[in-house]
């Protein structure tokens, strides 16, 4: 099992920048593909974006392709969320994933293993 744990969350105005870092440990984490997921008040939990155990290979929603970047480094056991032109819409509490799968298949099935989350709050 990999321990996860999240920071980088605020408050930001609409249109603006926020950087997630996720810090692993525990088991080797370049043996697992990363995710961010985001929970907003009375909605489920939702991928948001995942990244191939290499780095090498990304996936993203639809609502926020194009304004986020996820990456990773191995070396650090660290990953990231870097969340561009925000929306109020984007406001939750975000979590970092870690999956022996597939990046891919984070896109559909939740993980098991998860952060304790960090909130985003996008002002309009």
């Known amino acids: 099992q990999v321990q996860l744990v999240e920071s980088g969350g605020g408050l930001v105005q609409a249109g603006g920048s926020l950087r997630l870092s996720c810090a692993a440990s525990?088991?080797?984490?370049?043996?697992?593909?990363m995710g961010w997921f985001r929970q907003a008040p009375g909605k489920e939990r939702e991928f948001v974006a995942s990244?191939?155990?290499?780095?090498?290979?990304?996936y993203y929603a639809d609502s926020v392709k194009g304004r986020f970047i996820i990456s990773r480094d191995n070396a650090e056991n660290m990953g990231y969320l870097q969340m561009n032109s925000l929306k109020p819409e984007d406001t939750a509490v975000y979590y970092c994933?870690?999956?022996?799968?597939?990046?891919?298949?984070?896109?559909?099935?939740?993980?098991?293993?998860w952060g304790q989350g960090t909130q985003v709050t996008v002002s309009s």
């Open positions: 990244v191939s155990r290499s780095g090498g290979t990304t």
């Open positions: 994933a870690a999956d022996l799968r597939t990046a891919q298949i984070m896109t559909v099935i939740l993980p098991k293993d």
């Open positions: 525990g088991r080797t984490f370049s043996s697992y593909a």
